[in-house]
Nanobody, 118 residues
Framework: QVQLVESGGGLVQAGGSLRLSCAAS????????MGWYRQAPGKQRELVAT???????NYADSVKGRFTISRDNAKNTVYLQMNSLKPEDTAVYHC????????????WGQGTQVTVSS
C-alpha cells in the first residue's frame, strides 16, 4: 500500500505563494503519474497538475503560468509551487498517485487546505 501525506497548505493573501508537498511512502519513480487535485466549496473536484514518471507535466488552464509541479525522487516527494494565488484557488488540495500497468491502482492523500483571502 502507498500512503500520501500532503502538507504546506495554509492561509495566504491574494498574490502570495505557497508550496505544497506530497510525501509518499513508496518510490515515486515507480508511480506512473502523480498529481494534484482540488475541490473548492460548492464545486466539483478538478485536476490541477500532473507529472508522469518521465517528467512530463500537465496543468489546468486556470493555473498555467502560476503553478509548477515538480518531484524529488530521492525524497519520494512531489511539490506544487503556487504563485500569484487568487481567492478562486481556495480549495482542499489532494495528492494522487497512479501505479501499475495501465494505472489500475490509485492512491489519494488526506488533503491540505489552501485559503486565499482577498
Amino acid at each position: 500500500q502507498v500512503q500520501l501525506v500532503e502538507s504546506g497548505g495554509g492561509l495566504v493573501q491574494a498574490g502570495g505563494s505557497l508550496r505544497l508537498s506530497c510525501a509518499a511512502s513508496g518510490r515515486i519513480s515507480r508511480m506512473n503519474t502523480m498529481g494534484w487535485y482540488r475541490q473548492a466549496p460548492g464545486k466539483q473536484r478538478e485536476l490541477v497538475a500532473t507529472i508522469n514518471s518521465g517528467g512530463s507535466t500537465n496543468y489546468a488552464d486556470s493555473v498555467k503560468g502560476r503553478f509548477t509541479i515538480s518531484r524529488d525522487n530521492a525524497k519520494n516527494t512531489v511539490y506544487l509551487q503556487m504563485n500569484s494565488l487568487k481567492p478562486e484557488d481556495t480549495a482542499v488540495y489532494h495528492c494522487n498517485a497512479e501505479m501499475g500497468s495501465f494505472s489500475r491502482y490509485a492512491y489519494w492523500g488526506q488533503g491540505t487546505q489552501v485559503t486565499v483571502s482577498s
